[in-house]
Structure formats: structure tokens, C-alpha cells
């Protein structure tokens, strides 16, 4: 039977695993989780040399000690007892004073020999052996305590059609109970500071698990002790912003974490903290988190042409962006997930304004206003300024909505299928209906690079070299990466031209059997007109 073997490191110590390439992936979780002796609901991630994180699967490729993969414990429960303690505790066994029971019976022995008997130092051999066989990865498949983990920086299932728009009770019965098991887990010191760089790479983290991101990011601000959001609360309001993102290929939860974790990011990287108050900055996450809430996929544009209910119900203004708004505050009417129910009432009116001016921002009908409102003031700016401060806010939220593009291109590139599907969804939709085709989603004209070259020029450069100019250490993190990404799809777009041009030719230089009919053909079909004249 041909087997992988794979070497990696727990907490420094060199392990290896074995397993059949045919092994069922489950088994080769389990292998990972009882090498790092973790809990059924611990957050395993295992990361390659080069420190990105890997899929834990029967498709890992297979290395050499000198090329180790880390295995890592990123979010544990700190109050838990280690498994054997568990079964112990569970078989009614007191470790304790059996073990104090064993070491007296030794003393006594030494005591009373003179020295160990050999047959003391067997035991403990056995015992030895023992314990290595029960830790041991390939008698312990039938545990079946790992969690799945998304293929890689692979991109999301093309088959959103195949799902329901909204979820269903008991796709999100699953995921909360993950997230409530998965909640109380103590998140390693190196994720919260990944979480805090606009590298991070969301593919790899579960629905369930961003959930538990998205709390520490409310914990790590100071938000739960300063303004008393209890963590039942907190976790509550979470599941009904998850529950309320649809199954669409870009507008969904992960694309709402992804703002959020940029707006996060964002805020630790210009030290927004000592600048405007925590207040402002909760304002800010929440918008993030709820921008896009029960979005179905088609924009404003298309509201309006279609009659939709929400263009007559907002009246053609920012349609999606006011629903957006609305859901929030539905959810944040319903006591168990108020976070802002210790509030005063002057704190909850402040909060409910700035949400509402920041998620209607997010409608780039609007962008040139906000921006040129920016730029006016940048020369002098100040923080103590509320007019500014909210200027300010909107173009956070507007850089984090759309700033995908300064993520690496791994995380980036995969992002751009999904919105290019989403898209491509409406033009069809759009042709279907007989509605005005919106001209950058048509299917039949736009193209990857082309879809991103003009908008990473007149949208997104503007905009962030604005920011950047009032925060210029956000250059290396928003800018530098954003020119590369243009450079990677005018390349592109110079590309696919030169194919074109070459397929063009091409044709032209093939012999069009197919258009032009044979002189013999031609004679058999005419008669005789066609014969050559004879003298």
C-alpha cells in the first residue's frame, strides 16, 4: 500500500505522520489533532515553510524533515483538562491519588530492596510503550474530532445556483453551534496579530470560526468592558448578522468579514485609538459588519430598472444601502442581540446616526461627493472636528468595502471570480427581462483585467492616495500592493490582446474551406455558364 509521509513540528517537537494516499480525509485530521493533543472543538491550522496556512488533508504534499510544516493550536479552551485527565475524570478514576498512591509504593520499595528491582524499570518500559501506542496517530482515526478546513487558497464553489438565497434553519442551527462551542476558545497571541494586517488570508477560515474572529476583534478594541456588552449578547447579535447574509458569490459573509477585518486592520495601523473616540470606532466596526446585510445579489441599478420593492419603497435612493441599514437596526431592536442596549440614550442615538451615514456611503453613486468632501478638508483636517471625523469615517468604510485589491493576490484574485459571477448574473438576468444591461457585468464584453485596470486606476488609486496622504503608513499597506495588482492585470489585459491579435491573424491566414465553394462545386451547381470558353 502506498502511504505519504509527512513531517511537521508541534510547539517545537519534530513529528511525523503516516498515512495511505487513499486515507479517508477524516483520519487524516484526526492524526493532526492527537499529535497536538488538542480538544474536539480547539482551531487546528497547519502552516508550510514559507508561513502560509495549508489544508490538512489526504492531498498534503508530501516533505522532508528539513522542510517541516508547523502544526498549531490557534484558538484553545485554556480551561480545559488535557484528554487523559477527561477520560479519567469520565471513568471515575483519581489520578492524583493513585499517582501519590504509586510513588509511595515505590519509596517504599527503594526502601526496603535497597535499590529498584528491575522488574520496576519493565513496568514502567511497558507503561512507556504503552502510553506512545495510545498516542500514537494511526490507532486513534476512530475519534473523529478535526475540523474541515477550506481547500486552500482554492476559490469558492462556482455552484451558487444550486443553493438557496437565504439559509437554511439548519445550515445555521450547524453554524452556531460550532460558534458557541468554538467561542470561549482563548485565540492565540500571533492570529490576533495577523487579524490586525490587511495580508490575512480569510479562505482559511470557517463561517463559524470567523464568527469567533469577528468577537475578538470587539474584545480586543475594549468595546465589551467599555460599553458593557455582555458576551451572550455579542455572540447573539453575531449569529443574526450571519444568519442574514445570503448564499451569493460575493455580497455574503465572508466578503462582510473582509471589510470588517480592513476596517480592523485599518484602525490599528493609523493608532485610530488615540485619535477619535471608542465610540466613533464602534461605530466603524458595526457599520463594517452590517454594510451589506440580506443583500441579493443585484445592485442599485437594477432595483430601479426592475420596480423592484425596495426602489419604490426607498424611492430609487440608494435602494440596497437603506434595506442594508434597515436590517441592522432589526436586529439590533431585539433585546438578546442589542450590543447597544446598556447604552444611554444619547450614545444609541449618536451610534444608530454614524451606522446609517457610514453603510449609506458604501453606494458608489456617491463616491465623487465623498471624496471631493475629503479632499477639501484634508489640508485641515482635525480630529476634533465631528464634520471631519465623519467625512473621515465614510472613507474608511468606502477603502474597506473595496479593498480587496490590496490583500495578496492569492486571497485578492479569487474575490474578483466571485464578484465577476455575481455580475455576470445580473447582465443575464438583466437581458432576460428586457432592463437596461449594465455595460462593466455583461458577460459579452467585459473581461477579467479589463473589469479591473480602469477601476484600480480612476476609483481606487484616488481614493487611497487620499487616505494614505492623511495616514501615510498606510502607503506600504494599501498603495504599494494595489500597484502591484495593476501591473499583474495590465499584463494580463496586454496578453489576452496579443492572443487575440494571434488568433485574428490566424483566421485571416487559414484557408476559408468553408466559406468559398470549389471551382468543381461551383460548375456542378451552375452547368455549363461556368465552363471555361473554348476557341
Known amino acids: 500500500m502506498e502511504t505519504k509521509i509527512i513531517y511537521f513540528t508541534v510547539n517545537g517537537r519534530p513529528e511525523q505522520a503516516e498515512f495511505p494516499v487513499d486515507c479517508p480525509a477524516q483520519d487524516v485530521k484526526d492524526l493532526f489533532r492527537s499529535a497536538a493533543e488538542a480538544g474536539p472543538h480547539d482551531i487546528l491550522k497547519l502552516y508550510n515553510p514559507k508561513g502560509n496556512i495549508i489544508n490538512i488533508s489526504p492531498q498534503l504534499t508530501p516533505n522532508s524533515p528539513h522542510s517541516c510544516y508547523k502544526l498549531e493550536v490557534v484558538a484553545a479552551d485554556c480551561n480545559s483538562e488535557p484528554l487523559g485527565t477527561e477520560l479519567a475524570v469520565a471513568l471515575g478514576f483519581d489520578l492524583s491519588s493513585m499517582e501519590k498512591r504509586l510513588q509511595s509504593l515505590e519509596k517504599k520499595i527503594l526502601i526496603e530492596a535497597g535499590e529498584t528491582p528491575a522488574i520496576v524499570y519493565e513496568m514502567k518500559r511497558q507503561v512507556e510503550s504503552f502510553r506512545e501506542k495510545l498516542e500514537s496517530v494511526e490507532h486513534l482515526s476512530w475519534l473523529g474530532l478535526f475540523k474541515e478546513l477550506s481547500e486552500g487558497t482554492h476559490k469558492p464553489s462556482p455552484f451558487y445556483h444550486k443553493r438557496t438565497l437565504r439559509k437554511t434553519r439548519e445550515e445555521c442551527e450547524h453554524v452556531k453551534e460550532k460558534f458557541l ?53 455579542l455572540q447573539q447579535f453575531l449569529y443574526e448578522v450571519y444568519k442574514r447574509y445570503n448564499n451569493i458569490p460575493f455580497h455574503n459573509f465572508k466578503h462582510c468579514f473582509c471589510v470588517t477585518q480592513m476596517m480592523y486592520g485599518l484602525i490599528w495601523l493609523t493608532d485610530l485609538r488615540s485619535k477619535i473616540d471608542s465610540i466613533d470606532l464602534l461605530i466603524m466596526l458595526t457599520s463594517a459588519v452590517c454594510h451589506d446585510l440580506d443583500h441579493t445579489g443585484y445592485n442599485n441599478a437594477y432595483q430601479i430598472n426592475a420596480r423592484t420593492e425596495l426602489a419604490l419603497r426607498y424611492n430609487d435612493i440608494s435602494p440596497l444601502e437603506n434595506h442594508h441599514c434597515a436590517v441592522a437596526f432589526e436586529i439590533l431592536e431585539k433585546t438578546e442581540s442589542n450590543i447597544f442596549r446598556n447604552l444611554t440614550t444619547e450614545q444609541y442615538k449618536r451610534i444608530r446616526e454614524g451606522i446609517i451615514k457610514c453603510i449609506l456611503a458604501t453606494d458608489m453613486s456617491r463616491h465623487t461627493e465623498i471624496l471631493n468632501k475629503f479632499k477639501a478638508i484634508l489640508p485641515v483636517f482635525d480630529f476634533s472636528n465631528k464634520d471631519h471625523r465623519d467625512v473621515l469615517m465614510m472613507i474608511m468604510i468606502k477603502v474597506s468595502d473595496i479593498s480587496n485589491e490590496a490583500r495578496p493576490m492569492d486571497v485578492a484574485e479569487p474575490w474578483l471570480d466571485c464578484l465577476l ?15 437596461p444591461v449594465t455595460p462593466f457585468m455583461d458577460r459579452d464584453k467585459v473581461t477579467k483585467p479589463s473589469s479591473q485596470t480602469g477601476f484600480i486606476r480612476f476609483v481606487l488609486f484616488p481614493l487611497f492616495i487620499e487616505l494614505a496622504n492623511l ?14 495588482a495593476l501591473d499583474y492585470y495590465t499584463e494580463m489585459e496586454k496578453a489576452l490582446e496579443r492572443e487575440k491579435q494571434n488568433r485574428t491573424q490566424s483566421e485571416k491566414t487559414k ?23 473554348t476557341v
Open 181 to 233: 462551542q468554538m467561542s470561549t476558545l482563548e485565540v492565540s497571541e500571533e492570529v490576533r496579530q495577523y487579524l490586525k494586517t490587511p495580508t490575512f488570508d480569510n479562505w482559511q477560515w470557517e463561517d463559524a470560526e470567523i464568527m469567533v474572529l469577528l468577537q475578538v476583534m470587539y474584545t480586543d478594541l475594549d468595546f465589551i468592558s467599555t460599553f458593557n456588552i455582555e458576551l451572550d449578547v
Open 421 to 435: 459571477q455575481e455580475f455576470f448574473n445580473q447582465s443575464d438576468m438583466e437581458k432576460l427581462e428586457g432592463l
Open 471 to 484: 495616514f501615510p503608513c498606510l502607503e506600504q499597506h494599501i498603495i504599494d500592493p494595489v500597484k502591484k
Open 511 to 533: 484557408p476559408k474551406e468553408s466559406n468559398t465553394p470549389k471551382e468543381s462545386e461551383l460548375q456542378q451547381e451552375m452547368g455549363p455558364a461556368l465552363k471555361p470558353s
